[in-house]
Antibody, heavy 121, light 110 residues
Framework: EVQLVESGGGLVQPGGSLSLSCAAS????????MHWVRQAPGKGLEWVSY????????YYADFVKGRFTISRDSAKNSLYLQMSSLRVEDTAVYYC??????????????WGQGTLVTVSS | QSVLTQPPSASGTPGQRVTISCSGG????????VKWYQQVSGTAPKLLMY???QRPSGVPDRFSGSRSGTSASLAISGLQSEDEADYYC???????????FGGGTKLTVL
């Protein structure tokens, strides 16, 4: 079965750090572009970060630039999000998502179940 | 405030056809098209449309989409109770170098 499983969420104080993992199964993660998307409680979806299949092209949303780092490990078939200088407004469920391409169209076809990050004192 | 604009809510009765709109700009929907996602309460989003008018395999043909310029719409025909969910449009913005999501439309099946 093709799936993504996130882990690493939890409660952290403002200014703290947390590292999220996303383990892929049923497919080779290094063959796909990958993303992190978050959803604050009761709010909509918000794109966070992108990494290409080779790990050479990376994009971040402006609100996480300089604080979050996306990476991937082919040997572990996993995606990561290192978060630092966390703010209360970073509180959200964080999803990892696979981008699949149909000709020129790319879309997030596989999503993990999400992991909750709570930033609070 | 999202750069992609959706109505916050929509509703319909079983069997009806409802449409949800998504308005963007020339650097996102106008250039790169639109994707649609369905999110049932408490679950992860699910891909419904990977282009303005194409569905991945497994998505019922009751779901259809279209695009005109910098706007797009998702249509759901033969509305069913299990269609009650939040629907999000999304597009890559080539100028901002970011993926954008609409604010979401909560669909209620009356």
């Amino acid at each position: 079965e093709v799936q993504l499983v996130e882990s690493g969420g939890g409660l952290v104080q403002p200014g703290g750090s947390l590292s999220l993992s996303c383990a892929a199964s049923g497919f080779t993660l290094s063959s796909f572009e990958m993303h992190w998307v978050r959803q604050a409680p009761g709010k909509g979806l918000e794109w966070v970060s992108y990494i290409d299949s080779r790990g050479t092209t990376i994009y971040y949303a402006d609100f996480v630039k300089g604080r979050f780092t996306i990476s991937r490990d082919s040997a572990k078939n996993s995606l990561y999000l290192q978060m630092s200088s966390l703010r209360v407004e970073d509180t959200a469920v964080y999803y990892c998502a696979r981008e699949k391409r149909w000709q020129q169209f790319g879309a997030f076809d596989i999503w993990g179940q999400g992991t909750l990050v709570t930033v609070s004192s | 405030q999202s750069v992609l604009t959706q109505p916050p809510s929509a509703s319909g009765t079983p069997g009806q056809r409802v449409t949800i709109s998504c308005s963007g700009g020339s650097s996102n929907i106008g250039l790169n098209g639109v994707k649609w996602y369905q999110q049932v309460s408490g679950t992860a989003p699910k891909l419904l449309m990977y282009s303005p008018d194409q569905r991945p395999s497994g998505v019922p043909d009751r779901f259809s989409g279209s695009r005109s310029g910098t706007s797009a719409s998702l249509a759901i025909s033969g509305l069913q109770s299990e269609d009650e969910a939040d629907y999000y449009c999304a597009s890559w913005d080539g100028s901002l170098k970011t993926w954008l999501f609409g604010g979401g439309t909560k669909l209620t099946v009356l």
